[in-house]
């Protein structure tokens, strides 16, 4: 069975920095591309950052883009998005999300909360 | 690349046939897929290549479309179809979403 389990969400300052990871299993992780789509309180989706299997290709949305870093290890299974000079806007419940092929989600973590305040 | 959809909202009944559109503001080809998200929830792959029925999904669920302007229908609409639906393009980095349709009672 697939399981996505985000984690490292939280309160955080304006201007500060936060690192989600997402723990994969239940398939060859080395295989698939893996991304990031946030969703803020009450708001629609919005992809946040995504990574090909071998980290040669990676995007971001413009409104994260020079902020946010996405990596990943596949030794250990784990995806991670560090955030940095975050905003109020970063406030949102963040997903993380396997790529079947070719950009399409199949399947997604519960999300893990992260909010932006002073 | 940015997608809009139409309409926004609906209310429809059990039974009712149902659509939703999605126009990209360029041509993607068919490199749309379509989620559904119920409330409290991660949204859930119903279509993709624009009309691909991803596996598990019901088949009362479609997709048409190519170039600028997609579909999603559900043929008899069902309670547990009620939800959000969300058009995606993934022609390149960065995808994108649409802003959502919200289907109610």
């Known amino acids: 069975e697939v399981q996505l389990v985000e984690s490292g969400g939280g309160l955080v300052q304006p201007g500060r920095s936060l690192r989600l990871s997402c723990a994969a299993s239940?398939?060859?992780?080395?295989?698939?591309?893996m991304h990031w789509v946030r969703q803020a309180p009450g708001k629609g989706l919005e992809w946040v950052s995504g990574?090909?299997?071998?980290?040669?290709?990676?995007g971001y949305a413009d409104s994260v883009k020079g902020r946010f870093t996405i990596s990943r290890d596949n030794a250990k299974n784990s995806l991670y998005l560090e955030m940095n000079s975050l905003r109020p806007e970063d406030t949102a419940l963040y997903y993380c999300a396997k790529d079947k092929g070719a950009g399409y989600f199949d399947y997604w973590g519960q999300g893990t909360l992260v909010t932006v305040s002073s | 690349i940015q997608l809009t959809q139409s309409p926004s909202s609906l209310s429809a009944s059990v039974g009712d046939r149902v659509t939703i559109t999605c126009r990209a503001s360029?041509?993607?080809?068919?490199?749309v897929a379509w989620y559904q998200q119920k409330p409290g929830k991660a949204p859930k792959l119903l279509i993709y290549?624009?009309?691909t029925l991803q596996s598990g999904v019901p088949s009362r669920f479609s997709g048409s479309g190519s170039g600028t302007d997609f579909s999603l229908s559900i043929s008899s609409l069902q309670p547990e179809d009620f939800a959000t639906y969300y058009c995606q393009q993934l022609n390149s980095y960065p995808f994108s979403f649409g802003p959502g349709t919200k289907v109610d009672i």
């Open positions: 290549a624009a009309s």
């Open positions: 990574i090909r299997w071998s980290s040669g290709s990676i």
């Open positions: 239940g398939f060859t992780f080395e295989d698939y591309a």
């Open positions: 360029q041509g993607i080809a068919n490199y």
